[in-house]
């Protein structure tokens, strides 16, 4: 019945920004660590980012450090990445998803998309001018 709903997604120009949100009302999301990933057909899901629970370790893949953010507010159970800068290839299909099994995101480890869990059906990002 859980299932994460993202929402944000739209056509942007090159430079521009975007605010993605990923929400599960009556989930408390804030036990688990959470995963952004994207996904081009064809291509292999790509783990962008991922936010602790109760340490400070988050996960930027390199393509999107310095130009993505990912907070969360637990109150609302929604967790969000912040994008600027964007690029061309920054177009995607943008997932959020919960780790069960695990509150801390890996230092340097991309999320592995197999350990999460309530996939949602995604958002829609185009850059392109």
């Known amino acids: 019945q859980v299932q994460f709903v993202e929402s944000g997604g739209d056509l942007v120009q090159p430079g521009g920004s975007l605010r993605l949100s990923c929400a599960a009302p009556?989930?408390?999301?804030?036990?688990?660590?959470i995963g952004w990933f994207r996904q081009v057909p064809g291509k292999e899901r790509e783990g962008v980012s991922c936010?602790?629970?109760?340490?400070?370790?988050?996960y930027y893949a390199d393509s999107v450090k310095g130009r993505f953010t990912i907070s969360r507010d637990n109150a609302k159970s929604t967790v969000y990445l912040e994008m600027n800068s964007l690029k061309p290839e920054d177009t995607a299909v943008y997932y959020c998803?919960?780790?069960?099994?695990?509150?801390?995101?890996?230092?340097?480890?991309?999320?592995?998309?197999?350990?999460?869990?309530?996939w949602g059906q995604g958002t829609q990002v185009t850059v392109s001018p």
């Open positions: 998803a919960a780790n069960l099994m695990r509150s801390r995101c890996e230092v340097g480890i991309a999320p592995r998309g197999y350990e999460f869990s309530y």
């Open positions: 936010i602790s629970y109760n340490d400070p370790s988050t």
């Open positions: 009556g989930f408390s999301a804030e036990y688990y660590a």
